[in-house]
């Protein structure tokens, strides 16, 4: 099997058509039909069927790219190998919560940009659930998820999880608010995700109440403005500036912590691009 070959498939896989491959491989369109082709021809099942105007992967050409994502990474780790200098290139797709992308991805395409200019980043800003859904559909590349410690994450064995980072949370009020009178506030949660939630709902129960949970954002600011207005409480970070009207309040029993973790598909983190990033982090 020719890998170069298979590189068309897997970009077809991510691209969607033979044009958009073409423009991005250098190459004319008609070639990577052709070129397509001859693997089909070469591993003896159908990649890719008619599909309108376009063209679609078939369940086989499907699993062949899947396959192909894993084979060409383990070409480019052996070529490594063989060459220790050898530059790492490519585009590495990536799949984060707002505060990671601010406070970790960030700061590594900060240098990329200056050491590894041939490493592109690809980022997509989304919640955990959101960001595995991408991984297990090859989506993306690496994942930057959180849990909380009162909330802990079951990660599967499919995945490859690095802890990244810890960050303290306290409670945001309406400045001047007493702590008793917190607990019997409304309460804002997080739209997209439930773990924020469940952390709630554990800390309340802790302090002899069942929280109400009045409203649901997803922007940590929208969450800040909903608190100055004086619509309720939330969990804020408490390392990070909050506005005018807010006080934040320490969680000491328990203390709440979010926990960062940088998350791959078993086996792909030999691949140099993704590699360097992870060590970057």
Same mark, same amino acid.
């Given at each position: ?124 800003? @989304? ?51 007493? =702590? ?12 997209? @995700? ?48 909050? =506005? ?38």
């Amino acid at each position: 099997m020719e890998t170069r070959r298979l590189r068309l498939l897997v970009e077809l896989a991510r691209l969607g058509s033979m044009r958009a491959v073409a423009e991005e491989m250098d190459l004319t369109t008609s070639t990577v039909s052709q070129q397509l082709a001859i693997l089909a021809r070469d591993v003896g099942a159908t990649l890719v069927e008619p599909d309108g105007r376009r063209v679609r992967l078939t369940p086989a050409g499907r699993r062949l790219a899947e396959h192909g994502v894993t084979i060409l990474a383990a070409v480019e780790a052996a070529q490594l190998d063989l060459d220790p200098d050898a530059e790492p290139a490519g585009s590495l797709r990536v799949a984060g919560f707002a505060t990671a992308i601010r406070r970790s991805l960030l700061p590594v395409q900060a240098l990329l940009s200056v050491r590894h200019q041939a490493v592109r980043l690809l980022i997509n800003e @989304h919640e955990p659930f959101e960001a595995f859904a991408l991984l297990d559909a090859d989506a993306v590349d690496l994942a930057l998820v959180y849990d909380y410690n009162l909330a802990p994450a079951a990660f599967a064995s499919r995945y490859e999880t690095r802890p990244l980072w810890t960050m303290p949370w306290s409670l945001a009020v309406p400045a001047g608010t007493v =702590r008793e009178d917190a607990w019997r506030a409304d309460w804002i949660v997080n739209s997209r @995700h439930t773990a924020d939630e469940d952390v709630v709902r554990t800390l309340a129960a802790m302090n002899g109440r069942e929280p109400q949970v009045a409203h649901r954002c997803d922007s940590l600011d929208l969450v800040e403005e909903l608190i100055v207005a004086g619509l309720g409480v939330a969990l804020l970070p408490a390392a990070l500036p909050v =506005r005018d009207g807010i006080d934040l309040l320490p969680l000491t029993g328990p203390e709440v912590h979010l926990r960062a973790y940088a998350v791959t598909r078993r086996g792909r983190s030999a691949w140099p691009p993704l590699a360097l990033v992870l060590g970057l982090l």
